[in-house]
């Protein structure tokens, strides 16, 4: 028994391979819009979020915890000395300086 794949023809003289291709096309088609669909609702999702909610799950248990464990925000003058103080070290080291 012998079988011609790409010379077969249907009763309807329509070749095989032009049905694959078309088949596959039909598919492709299905998958790309069943992804952007998907792809619609994830945004949609995530556009209705509720940040401040978010936040307030997480971030204001956390601030309490720093504040339970004696940790507290510094300020931004003891920040810029900070930074300041890496940076003069930074040069130091760069220059031999100690």
């Known amino acids: 028994m012998m079988f011609k794949v790409f010379k077969a023809k249907k009763a309807d003289g329509v070749s095989q391979p032009r049905r694959w291709f078309f088949k596959g096309v039909a598919t492709a088609g299905v998958a790309i819009a069943s ?19 978010a936040y307030d799950k997480d971030v204001i ?4 915890i720093l504040q339970q464990n004696g940790f507290e925000e510094i300020a931004q003058q003891e920040k810029d000395e900070m930074v300041q103080m890496f940076i003069d070290d930074y040069e130091n080291k760069k220059t031999g300086i100690t």
Request: overall charge neutral; aromatic content about 4%; cysteine-free.
């Open 35 to 53: 992804i952007a669909g998907l792809g619609a609702a994830v945004r949609a999702g995530k556009a209705e979020m509720d940040y401040q909610a």
């Open 61 to 64: 248990p956390g601030d309490k």
